[in-house]
DNA sequence: ATAGGGTTAG
């Protein structure tokens, strides 16, 4: 019949003739009709119009639906044909009903079709089990996908290959290389599905030297590769860092003409960026003729990735200017490269930006954010993409839960990073050390060790970074004689060799104690030769203990392995200042002067009603400039009544005291507290973030002020957390 | 009537 090519309206007027002269006709006909031309609305009206449709009907309607990916109504309609219609589906219908329970990763829906077709006897039909096949595949079930697969009768090269890729995908090697045999026993030929979902699971897995061998052995096996082979292949080549297999594979795309396969271009620019070759990079892209999103996004990625930020940057920009709608994962890689880069503010802008342009950040770009919410303790922003990954149901995810927990530990928040700890279901090492390395920040030893211990009780084995957060929070604790014993038990016990982080860990350990003659000997015996970490955290024990013997020797070894960083001359100079000898300070100067070096700018940032403040040290531009000043001032005259001195020795410059306390005016955490006590309500919490290590007279300064205006206030630095209440501070005034 | 493989963000 010409039924099958009438247009929308041709059947919605035969609709309605039907309607009108009781015309018979067959309802399914009229409900493909629409089906076909997408009217569900309609469709659903007239098949809830009949008064006894039949499975045929429904089959009709769920069919389309399932072939158009609307998963959800095809099963609202299967369920409305059961439990309205008490109809009961057929070998017919069940494939689809199955697909539709793919396609949402609804296992337990998929398991109970699958219970009713062993129940009914339909499971024996062989279309019915190769879709429960492909079902639990698509569910990462890979048992029950094989326990299909031993019952089928005539397996086919398509089931066979879901299974293969199934496992190549889920990392089970072994599996995947089995059933891939198994087709050979059974006369299946592979074909270049098969070798192809094979080097993707494997690329997928994370196995990328598997996924490389494959895609040699299927060439040795006389097949071709294609483009999807080659966008498969080239993310585990670029893994491996193996230019030399990437730029044969980089030929072998120009000769087959694969240039303009715009999975393949992206994957090149990814390979050539994962290999550090930026040039190679830019060429391809610039080869390209029509530059798609994927492209783009990998060479932003890619200059990211090699650390040239200004480069991602400006080719972030330049895409924007493009007709090119950008995608989540353009924004993502820009927010991460941002977030990683000390562009944390920009970061929190992109995030912003991205939204106002209708692009729904996702499980990633959440994890990327966060870590600039954390840097610079932007607590209502972090906040706001905490409740955003609860609106959208990502917070299950490891790496978002992981981050969370992160970003609370940076913002000072110790107790909102332990909840968001506690309800998650599944911990990874990474959540596990998160969560450690928060409360070791935190300097609180204890919460630590018992953390460490319930790792212990669980299934999680400690890596490496466990024991830094474990010898860390003992040492900003002061539990020296326990973290000499988890240092001895690290590969004792749990046989993992200590790095040398970790000797820099035990060495701050020591020094805290004031054992410096241990400190020491431990950088003399250690199996590694020391580096600069190792050397500085010996002289920072030296400041903290004003020795200035060992300092001397502790930063000559400083300077040699890490000439040009100022630091380490400028904590040199401090320990002289402490105790006046302004010869050497003056040298010290001399010294960074002639090296063309200039101290890091010192620069704090708080958070006030979501907005981030920076504030440089020396920096007057700040608006509310002179009311800091005056505060400042007032709460001077009053440290002063109480007999409280500000402490001068930790100015670098050997100046008259008075101008001495003018320049501790300028720090910036000093700074940043103040504008926080003009503009936030009377007892609230500051916290405020230093890029450097607070100085003595800040911390007396916020000690005082802590009591004085009866705040909590909470300053991160490069080290640590100090917690400044009533007068005193978390640090014990060790740090 | 059912069923197959791909890139770029952590």
Not at 87 to 111: E, F, Q, W, Y
């Amino acid at each position: 019949m010409i039924m099958t090519t009438l247009s929308l309206p041709q059947t919605r007027q035969l609709h309605a003739q039907i309607l009108r002269t009781t015309l018979f006709l067959d309802p399914t006909r009229l409900l493909s009709l629409y089906a076909n031309h997408l009217c569900f609305s309609d469709a659903d009206r007239l098949i809830n119009s009949i008064q006894h449709p039949d499975v045929f009907s429904f089959s009709t309607l769920i069919h389309a639906y399932s072939k158009l990916g609307r998963f959800t109504e095809a099963i609202t309609s299967f369920s409305r044909m059961i439990f309205n219609h008490g109809l009961l589906p057929d070998t017919r219908l069940l494939p689809s009903v199955i697909k539709a329970c793919g396609g949402l990763n609804d296992l337990r829906g998929g398991k109970q079709v699958h219970g009713f077709s062993v129940a009914s006897g339909l499971s024996q039909d062989s279309f019915v089990q190769s879709s429960l096949l492909h079902f639990y595949v698509k569910c990462h079930h890979m048992s029950y996908a094989h326990k299909l697969f031993d019952v089928m009768t005539q397996p086919d090269v398509v089931s066979c290959s879901a299974l293969v890729s199934g496992y190549a995908r889920e990392g089970s090697v072994k599996e995947a290389k089995m059933v891939f045999g198994m087709m050979a026993e059974m006369g299946i030929e592979p074909n270049l599905v098969s070798w192809n979902g094979m080097v993707a699971g494997f690329n997928q897995s994370r196995h990328h030297l598997e996924a490389v061998m494959m895609f040699q052995n299927m060439h040795f096996s006389g097949f071709k590769p294609d483009g999807t082979t080659i966008s498969s292949v080239l993310p585990a080549v670029g893994d491996l860092e193996d230019l030399l297999i990437g730029v044969q594979i980089h030929g072998y795309t120009c000769k087959q003409g694969l240039g303009s396969d715009k999975f393949v271009v992206s994957a090149l620019i990814d390979m050539y960026g994962r290999c550090s070759s930026t040039m190679e990079m830019s060429q391809v892209f610039h080869e390209i003729p029509d530059k798609d999103i994927g492209a783009w996004n990998a060479l932003v990625s890619g200059f990211a990735r090699n650390g040239l930020i200004d480069d991602a940057l400006n080719a972030f920009n330049q895409l924007r200017n493009k007709e090119l709608e950008l995608n989540v994962v353009s924004w993502t890689s820009i927010i991460a490269c941002c977030s990683q880069h000390g562009k944390d503010i920009e970061a929190l802008d992109l995030f912003r930006e991205m939204q106002l342009y209708g692009v729904k950040p996702n499980v990633v770009t959440i994890p990327c954010l966060l870590p600039a919410c954390g840097n610079i303790a932007a607590l209502m922003h972090g906040k706001a993409a905490h409740a955003f990954s609860l609106r959208t149901a990502i917070s299950d995810s490891v790496y978002v839960g992981s981050a969370l927990i992160d970003m609370y530990a940076n913002c000072g928040r110790i107790h909102l990073a332990r909840t968001c700890f506690n309800r998650m279901r599944v911990h990874n090492i990474v959540c596990w050390n998160a969560i450690m390395g928060g409360y070791a920040m935190h300097g609180n030893a204890n919460e630590v060790i018992e953390i460490f211990h319930l790792m212990e009780k669980s299934d999680q084995k400690p890596d490496c970074i466990t024991f830094t957060s474990l010898l860390s929070a003992c040492s900003h604790s002061g539990f020296t004689e326990q973290g000499e014993q988890f240092f001895n038990r690290m590969y004792k016990d749990f046989g993992i060799k200590p790095r040398i982080e970790h000797y820099a860990c035990l060495v701050t350990l020591l020094g805290r104690a004031g054992k410096l003659k241990e400190a020491f000997s431990t950088i003399e015996n250690m199996p590694f030769e020391p580096d600069a970490c190792v050397w500085g955290a010996l002289l920072s024990s030296c400041r903290v203990h004003s020795n200035i013997k060992l300092a001397e020797v502790a930063a000559k070894k400083v300077f040699e392995l890490e000439p040009n960083n100022p630091g380490n001359y400028v904590l040199l100079s401090n320990i002289y200042a402490n105790k006046g000898l302004w010869k050497e300070v003056a040298k010290v100067r001399d010294l960074m002067k002639s090296m063309g070096m200039k101290k890091n700018p010192g620069c704090s940032w708080i958070e006030i009603k979501n907005k981030v403040h920076m504030l440089l040290a020396g920096d007057v531009s700040h608006p509310q400039m002179i009311k800091i000043l005056e505060k400042m001032d007032d709460l001077s005259m009053e440290m002063k009544k109480l007999g409280c001195l500000p402490v001068t020795s930790f100015v670098l410059q050997d100046v008259e005291d008075q101008e001495k306390e003018h320049i501790l005016c300028g720090h910036s955490e000093k700074l940043a507290v103040v504008l926080g006590l003009l503009n936030t309500s009377q007892g609230s919490t500051l916290q405020v973030i230093k890029n450097l290590r607070i100085c003595g007279d800040c911390h007396d300064f916020i000690k005082f002020v802590s009591k004085f205006e009866q705040r909590e206030i909470f300053v991160r630095d490069t080290n640590r957390f100090h917690h400044f209440k009533d007068g005193l501070c978390s640090c014990g005034d060790y740090w």
